[in-house]
Structure formats: C-alpha cells, structure tokens
C-alpha cells in the first residue's frame, strides 16, 4: 500500500512554512538553546545537488529531534551570493551577475523547501545584498581602524585565467584552485588582514574543538609553526647585514655559503656590479615560477653568485653569498645559512657549484648518507663540541644573544590573509584614497558603500570598478579635496566568515548583530559542511572569531564547537559526479518519483554521513517501500496492548535516540525498519506504540510523520511533542549469551536471563557438550559466577 507523496508533503510545507516552524524563541534560557548549521550554499544555476541535501537533511533531522527534547534550535540558512562564477557568466552571456544570482537563489530556496528543511527563513541572508555586505564593509573598517587590515606591497599570487590576485590558501600546487591556470608571483600592493597576530592562539585552540583530527592537521599545517633562531651576518665590506632563518642554530659551525631569495632587497645593494646582469636575468626566470616548482618539484638546483661575502658570526670565516630560488622570500627572512652536510637542498646545491661541505654533526650510528640530517653529536664547533644536537640548539641561541648577533625565533608558514580582488562581484573596499590624507576609511554613515551597475566586467587585471567614473570619483571625507574610491573588491571568504553572526540578529540595522543576540546563541554547537573548507573558510572564520572576540564583540574566541564534514556522495558509478562525466543525480527528479521522506532517509541508510558513498538507484526504491510499510501499519492499529512490541519499541527509542546523538543516521534507520518487521508481522498494533514509533520517525521523514500522526486523531503538530523515553526496565533484554569458562579459558556459551542464578546457569553448563568433555570425572576447585557477566570453573 502506498502513500500519495506529493500531496503530503507538499500540504505539510505549507503548513510549517505559514506556522514558522523553524522559528526560535529568543526569550530562551541560554543553557536550553543550540545552535546547528550548516555551510551555506553558493547559489550556482545548476541548482542544489546531492551533497546538499545529505548535510542538510543530517543537521535537520538533529534539529527536529533537539527541538521535540524541548530545546530552542537555531537552524538558519543564507546565501553565499558573491563570487566569480556568476561574473564569469556575465562576461559570456552579459547578464548582470545580480540577475543570475536573484534566480539562482529563487530555484534554491523551493529546492530547499521541497525536502521539508525546518530553517528558521526570517533569518534568511545573502552576502550580495547590501543590508548584509554594509556590514562586511564596517568589519573591515573595524579592522582597518584597529590595525587589523593594512595595504603593503608584497609578492602574491597572480591568477592569469583569472586576472585578480589570490590568496596563498586559493593556491593549490602551484594554480588557482578555481580555474587551473597557472599562479605567478607578482610584486604589488593590496590589503591583507593581520591573521598571522593570531599563528599562535589558532593552533593552540584547535585543542579544545571537537573537530575531525584531518581538520585540525590540516589547519596545524597550513599555521606551519617553526621554532629555530634568527641569526646576522654582516656583509664583507658593507653596513648592511643579512639575517637567516634556521630550525637548526646547533649546525652554524657548518655554514658555508649563504643564499638570498632572489626577490630579497638586499640582493641589489650587496651584489657585485659584474654580477648584476646575470642575477637580472635569474630574478625574471625564479618570479615565472609557481612555490611550488621552486621548492618541491625543482629537479635541479639553481642560483647565481652575488659576488659578495658574509662573515659567518661563531667564528668569523668569510663564508660567499649566492642568490637561489628555492629560498622562498615569503618565508622566515626570505634569507638562509647554508649547511650542505646537514641539509639536502643545500647538499645537492653545494655539489652542483662546488662549494665546501663541512660536517658537523656525527650520528651514533653509522649511516651512508653524504649528507646526515638527523640528530647526534655536535663535533667541528668549538664551543659547542660534544654536546648533543638538541640541547646545543638552545646553547648557541644562548651565544648569539649574549654576541648580539641573534636570538631564538619562531616562523609561522601561514601568511597574513591577501583579502583585496581585482574583480567585479564582491564587496567593495570601503576606503577613500586621497592625495593629502592617504587612506581613509568611508565615513560610517555612508556605508554601504554600493556596487555600482555602469561597469564593463571584464577582466583586465585592473579593478573593473576603476572604470567606473560615478563611482571612482569621491570627496574626501577629511580635507573635502577630490578623492578616488579604493576599486578591489573584497574576497569572498570574508562575507562568508561571519555570516553566522548575522543569523543571530540578521535584521538589524544598527549593528552587525547585537551583542546580546550574540551571547544567546553563539558559538555554534554543531556546523556541518565539506572538508574542501578545511583550512580556508574555516581558518578564516576563525580569525574574525578571535579578532571580534579581543575587541569585546563577543565572549567566546572559537565560533564553532563541533564540526563535521558530510562524505562526497559519488556517482553510481563510484566515482565523483562530475557533468564531464554524465553522472551527476539531481535531486529534483528523485523527490518527484520518491518524495522528499524517501530522498532523506535514503542518503542517510547510504552510509555513515562521514563516508564517501555511491550513489546507488536501486537503494532509493528500497527505502520508499520502508515508508511504504510504516504507512500500511496505520490499518492494523488497534486499542489494546502487546507486550513483545513494547520491549521492541523502547529498545528502538535508545537505540534511535542514541544514533541520532552520534550522527549514526544510517544505524538508527535500520532500527526503525527492524521495528517495522516485526509490527508487521504482529499484525495487531497498539496505537500508542505505533504513535511512538512514528514519533521516532519524524525528525527523520518528516511529512509522513505528520500526516500518520493527525490521521490518528493527533490535532498539534508531532514536532510540538515530546521525545519519547524509554523505559529502563523494559530495554534489558530477555536472554543473553554468557561465556563459560573452564580455568579462565572461553570453551562454550548459553543462553539465560542477565539475572539468572547460579543454580540456573551452572546447570545448563552442565547440559553443553563441549564443557561435559572438560569436567567429566574432575573435582570443582572454584565456581565463579557473575550475573549477566561471567562463568568461570576452576577444576
Ligand atoms: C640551516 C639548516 C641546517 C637548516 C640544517 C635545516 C637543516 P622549516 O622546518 O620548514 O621551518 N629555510 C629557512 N628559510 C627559508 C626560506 N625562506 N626558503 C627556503 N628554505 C628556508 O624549515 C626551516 C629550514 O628551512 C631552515 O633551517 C632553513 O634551513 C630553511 F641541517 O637552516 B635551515
Ligand atoms: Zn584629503
């Protein structure tokens, strides 16, 4: 017997669309309220996919659950609205990103209606508007005015498909992680937010998350922190001196030859006229290449001589100084010592060019390698000559600051965030640039500072706003003079790193939330979303979390508790949808054909939500025939009572109750179709155990729920009743399986009550086969005997 899905749910939508049901009370006890969320969508006019509904069907069914266990749940939804695919659009087919974005959103939200997702939609927000990216431009100014954001020049990243920087997080072996061209290095200005002020809390706080451990190894990584020393080397016959970044202090004895990156400033001013040609060229070649062919996939070392020396500080030896790129600029001083018996670059480059190799460190075993890189003894270096190679670090760094000619040091990898963009759909920097007063940001009142319409998008490497005159020409808000509006747009992930708090307060028009409204439901309890945000989003949302935190906007510095990422569903064919490879499932047609219960409780029964899965078609049928069978048991509901039925339910209300808890979505739903076996197979079942039952049910498919609950006479909503408990006594169960053991060994198992005597067990032991060939003829020295635990006989 089956169910008209279309027709209920769609009746159901529409009653909690009109009732609110997502809606919060806000008058809440702060110890009864949670927040849940999930990462919210970039509205592409492809529409939502399966990945979608799997994380969000999973924090729905959460939230429905928590709310029947009586708790206050925020579960909002928005847009992530800004960004380069719907410009690359307008640039092909020129319609204006805002008109594709309107529709995309549109076909969104019905696609998130039509699965019975209980958002809060008052709350609804979109990154595009000007309501929300007005306050995107105050927190940047909030951070400009703190110190915060700062403009510098600098090498960074340049996208040639996309013609806009990016930053170093956007890069991914060696191209844009979004178009696959080729990332070069470009020296220019642009604005940065100081995340490197936070290297060190960032790391330390990833202790206190429960987060995947991939996650934080990901995010401990990408913070990159290295302890080690800074030490000067003054150039031979020159004021200036250069000064190395070394993890390894306890082998500057070894040192022999210094490298500059070839972007170092100081390379023009040491390097010997001769050799200035030669090093021109090289700069050019080294600034064609990506990081990453420069470090780990450079096959063959490079570099040219300076023609210059440097006075190796511990024992005064004139030591040449070459310029090489496989030293990063961007990384500790952009400068190193060379020690080519101790470090393989170093090693591979000093044999190149011939340059000496002086030992000093001597393993305790004996090892082949020229060039030794583990730990041992120091020999060769004077003072330091016997000591161990771990404690000698802190003994030289102890040498170099009584010299003053160094100090211990830490280096993070991670680099302040490059936020600016050369690009049309993004929020604009609110800065004025004036001749006279320099960088100024735009007065408050002002703000938002809009998008202008008039501009031709496409990509020329400058700002397309600059061509903008309505919007490029400004007065100057301090001298009055004529000023220009700063053109970058701001990177997307900084709309996307505090929308969360805009859900708190989303209308609000005198601030970006309300400090109280903050505090009422922040930080988040649970936030779901894909690893692909590993470290970007995340980090980054992390950062503005510490910032608004230390400048007394909030209490708390981690924004989200727990986190945990959905697995990639895979086409049928288990590999990833892809439209290149024609296997990509749309939503749409499954919850048509199945309904929007089915569609939910199928991606859930895939596979536990963390695992990658393919998508299988023949599952989805399976899974409608479930709800199928639930629907029929409505005609055998009886008043009376079944006492095998009502053990089964209460082990299916802890079982239900405790997966749900762990995310175990798939267990819980086996579970519920046991359940439904054996109601089935009863034939008659009371209608409280099947109120219950469907009670179960409801976080999980919603729609049917409802409709089964008020066809039995249920008139409030199933969602405003109470998650059932279950009863302590009635979830034991009626026999166990007992191990016995003979002198501690297992020989058997029976069968009995948890609570059956001694007299009980010992005597079905006696019955078993396996343990009358044990015991035959020999004498009892001990019997053991634990209810529901253990049998033990020592003979
Ligand atoms: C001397 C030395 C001796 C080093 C030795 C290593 C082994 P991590 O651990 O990644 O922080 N280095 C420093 N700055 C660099 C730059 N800008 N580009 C490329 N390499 C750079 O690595 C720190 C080590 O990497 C530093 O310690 C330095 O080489 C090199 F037996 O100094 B070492
Ligand atoms: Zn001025």
């Known amino acids: ?7 209920i749910e769609k009746k159901w939508q529409k009653v909690w669309e009109s009732r609110k049901a997502g809606a919060v009370s806000e008058s809440g006890d702060r110890k009864n309220t949670l927040y849940y969320l999930v990462m919210f969508p970039y509205p592409s006019g492809s529409g939502l996919h399966v990945g979608h509904v799997e994380s969000y069907s999973a924090v729905d069914m959460l939230a429905r659950m928590q709310r029947m266990k009586g708790k206050e749940v925020l579960f909002p939804m928005g847009f992530d609205a800004f960004g380069l695919p719907a410009e690359n659009y307008a640039i092909k087919t020129g319609v204006h990103p805002a008109e594709t974005t309107q529709t995309a959103m549109e076909t969104f939200r019905t696609q998130l209606k039509s699965i019975g997702l ?12 000007p309501e929300y990216y007005r306050w995107t431009q105050w927190l940047f100014l909030l951070f400009f005015k703190n110190g915060l954001a700062y403009r510098a020049k600098s090498p960074v990243n340049w996208c040639t498909g996309c013609h806009t920087v990016l930053a170093n997080e956007q890069v991914l072996n060696g191209v844009c992680e979004r178009c696959s061209s080729e990332v070069m290095q470009k020296e220019l200005e642009q604005w940065f937010f100081k995340i490197t002020d936070f290297a060190d809390r960032l790391l330390d706080g990833l202790d206190t998350l429960d987060w995947p451990d991939r ?37 500057l004895f070894g040192a022999t030859y210094i490298v500059l990156s070839p972007e170092h400033p100081l390379v023009e001013k040491i390097a010997v006229d001769t050799q200035l040609a030669e090093i021109e060229v090289y700069q050019k070649e080294a600034a064609k290449k990506s990081a990453l ?39 500790g001083t952009g400068a190193i010592m060379a020690v080519p018996a101790h470090d393989e670059r170093d090693f591979e480059f000093a044999t190149k060019y011939k340059l000496p190799i002086r030992n000093v460190v001597e393993s305790s075993a004996p090892v082949k390698d020229e060039c030794f890189t583990g730990n041992g003894t120091v020999i060769n270096s004077g003072f330091l000559d016997g000591t161990l190679t771990v404690p000698a670090k802190q003994v030289m760094i102890d ?71 309505s919007f490029h020409d400004v007065k100057c808000p301090a001298c009055g003079d004529d000023a220009r509006r700063e053109s970058d747009t701001m990177d997307t992930f900084v709309d996307s790193s505090w929308y969360y708090l805009r859900y708190c307060d989303p209308k609000n028009k005198e601030a970006f939330a309300e400090k109280e409204k903050i505090e009422q439901w922040c930080p988040v309890d649970l936030y779901v979303g894909g690893a692909e945000h590993a470290v970007m989003h995340l980090l980054y949302a992390r950062f503005f979390a510490y910032a608004l935190h230390d400048l007394g906007y909030t209490t708390y510095e981690e924004p989200f508790l727990k986190l945990r990422n959905q697995g990639l569903i895979l086409g049928p064919d288990g590999e990833k949808m892809s439209k290149s490879r024609g296997n990509v499932v749309g939503p749409d047609s499954v919850i048509s054909e199945y309904g929007a219960d089915a569609i939910r409780l199928y991606e859930m029964f895939l596979g536990p939500l963390e695992d990658a899965k393919p998508w299988d078609t023949k599952g989805i049928v399976g899974v409608r025939r479930f709800l199928d069978r639930v629907w029929s048991v409505q005609n055998n509901v009886i008043d009376g009572e079944d006492a095998d039925l009502l053990r089964t339910l209460h082990k299916t209300i802890k079982k239900v109750s405790s997966d749900l808890d762990q995310l175990k979505f798939n267990t819980a739903i086996s579970a519920l179709m046991v359940m439904t076996n054996e109601m089935i197979a009863a034939k008659n079942v009371p209608r409280n155990i099947y109120l219950t039952f469907v009670q179960l049910l409801a976080p999980l498919a919603p729609h049917i729920a409802e409709e089964i609950w008020e066809s039995l006479g249920r008139d409030e909503s199933i969602f405003v009743s109470s998650w059932p408990e279950f009863d302590a006594e009635l979830v034991i169960d009626n026999e166990i399986e007992l191990a016995v053991q003979i002198n501690g060994k297992v020989r058997a198992t029976i069968t009995l009550a948890p609570d059956a005597d001694e007299e009980l067990a010992m005597g079905l032991a006696r019955e078993d086969k396996n343990i009358q060939k044990y015991i035959e003829g020999k004498e009892f020295k001990k019997v053991i005997y634990v209810a529901g635990r253990i049998l033990n006989i020592v003979l």
């Not at 017997?1 to 027709?7: A, D, T, V």
């Not at 209980?118 to 508007?129: G, H, K, L, Q, V």
């Not at 990901?218 to 000064?243: H, P, T």
């Open 1 to 7: 017997m089956s169910f008209n899905h279309q027709e």
């Open 118 to 129: 209980s958002f809060d939609w008052d709350r609804e927000i979109s990154t595009a508007d």
């Open 215 to 251: 996650i934080k190894a990901m995010q401990r990584n990408w913070i990159g922190k290295s302890e080690g020393a800074k030490v000067a080397f003054k150039v031979k016959d020159s004021e200036e001196s250069i000064d190395v970044f070394t993890t390894r202090p306890d082998t």
């Open 293 to 331: 062919e420069r470090t780990e996939l450079q096959k063959d070392k490079t570099g040219v001589f300076t023609g210059s020396y440097a006075i190796n500080p511990v024992n005064g030896e004139e030591v040449p100084v070459w310029i090489a790129d496989y030293v990063m600029v961007s990384y």
């Open 399 to 469: 040498w170099l600051k009584k010299e003053e000619v160094g100090q211990g040091t830490t280096t993070y990898r991670v680099r302040d965030w490059l936020v600016s963009r050369q690009r049309y759909w993004g929020a604009p920097i609110p800065i004025i640039w004036c001749e006279k007063c320099g960088a100024l940001p735009v007065p408050e009142e002002d703000l938002p500072v809009l998008l202008p319409t008039d501009v031709d998008f496409k990509p020329t490497g400058e700002s397309p706003l600059a061509n903008s005159e």
